[in-house]
Structure formats: C-alpha cells, structure tokens
C-alpha cells in the first residue's frame, strides 16, 4: 500500500460545476497537509495549506482534513476551464523534512 | 510565479553520463528540497538543504548528490545517468527547514537520458 493515493483521473466536469478531489493515507503520523495544481510541463503551485483536521476556505477552494478516517479533500467551487491541470496533494509529519505528495489526479473542466 | 528558478529548462543527456541542475531559491529562503517527478506521478524526495549541510535525504543512490551555496542556491549532480533518471526535477523553497514551512517550487528541470 502506497503511503498517499489518490484516484487519477481523469476528471472531467462542465464548467461551473462543484468538483471533489480527494486523498487517502496511511501514515498517522501526518499532521501538515497541502494541494498543489500543476500545470502541464510547469512547477506545481501552492494552493492550500492545512494544519490537522478541519477545514480551511480560500476564495473558490475549500480543503478539509478528517484525520480520523486519514482523509482529505479539496473542493473546487464554479470550476472554470482555467482549472483544467493535475492536482496533487501532499503531507508531512510534525518531525519530517519531506513532503509526501500522491500521484495526483487529472481534472478537466469543459467549457 | 514562486521567485525559485531553475537552469537549465530541458536537457538531453546520454546514459552513463553526469549532469547538474540549479536552482535559485525564493529571496529569504534559506532551505531547497529537490524532487523528482516521472511522467504521471507524484514528485518523489531526493533529499534537502538547510543553511547550506544536507538536512534529509529520500530513496534515492549515492549518485545522487547535491550542494548548497552561502547565497542558498543550491545544485543537484547526477552521476552515471540511467534511462530512468529521465524525469521531471524539481527544486523547492522554503522560509526554514521543517513541517512547517510551505514549499514553493521553480518550474523544473526536464532530463531526458537517451
């Protein structure tokens, strides 16, 4: 079992749809949490960045963290084409240097 | 854009040869992760760089080696290429070491070993 998974895709939705991007993992020791977009061929992008569990709402996007079922979520609101890239997310434990990502998943938003 | 850029963009190499791969981190920045990324995966860790002493390293051989200047730029060499080695590399900068610090990354660096 891979540490972090995540469905790859691809997603595609019409625009203006609500999307649901999730993660399983399997270390409880993972406190930090972040998604990433990556365009394709580009660096990925830093988009949220999420202590523990809860939730966390910046403009369009909403991250929410369940640490009880070591589960979380990215949700896209009005998704525009624009949104179209992969979408990664990733952790780290309080002691760690590294971030652990998952293999990212495929999202296309047709306009 | 992040402030972390990385040299050259694209590079073609022969198999058994060397390479390196640069990095300027985020102005401030005194910490640089590398990764490596495969066509259809996630970045893997190869290893950091904090105050210019490695600071944690991933799965990765010894051929892989790194150095980090008093300016926090920071270098990635590779030793004998292999076919595999073709990927995606990713510097990434961050205000301090640890969990806490969120890492922005540069655009890349994509090694195609022939």
């Known amino acids: 079992q891979k540490e972090v998974e995540q469905d790859p895709g691809p997603l595609s939705v019409p625009e203006g749809a609500i999307v649901s991007l999730n993660c399983t993992y399997s270390n409880s020791a993972f406190q930090y949490f972040m998604w990433y977009r990556q365009y394709s061929r580009k660096g990925p992008e830093l988009l949220m960045y999420?202590?523990?569990?809860g939730n966390k709402e910046d403009g369009r996007f909403t991250a929410q963290v369940d640490k009880s079922s070591k589960y979380i979520s990215l949700f896209i609101r009005d998704s525009q084409p624009s949104d179209s890239a992969t979408y990664l997310c990733a952790m780290i434990a309080s002691y760690g240097q590294n971030f652990v990502f998952g293999p990212g998943t495929r999202l296309s938003v047709l306009p | 854009e992040t402030g972390v850029t990385q040299s050259p963009t694209h590079l073609i190499k022969t198999r058994g040869q060397q390479v390196t791969l640069r990095c300027s981190s985020q102005s401030g920045h005194n910490t640089v992760s590398w990764y490596q990324q495969a066509l259809g995966q996630g970045p893997q860790f190869i290893f950091q760089y904090y105050r210019e002493e490695e600071n944690g390293r991933g799965n990765f051989p010894p051929r892989f080696s790194g150095l980090q200047f008093p300016n926090y730029s920071s270098e990635l060499n590779v030793n004998a290429l292999e076919l595999d080695d073709s990927a995606l590399y990713l510097c990434?900068?961050?205000?301090?070491?640890?969990?806490?610090?969120?890492?922005?990354f540069g655009p890349g660096t994509r090694l195609t070993v022939t």
């Open positions: 990434a900068s961050s205000l301090e070491a640890g969990s806490r610090s969120e890492q922005y």
């Open positions: 999420t202590y523990s569990s």
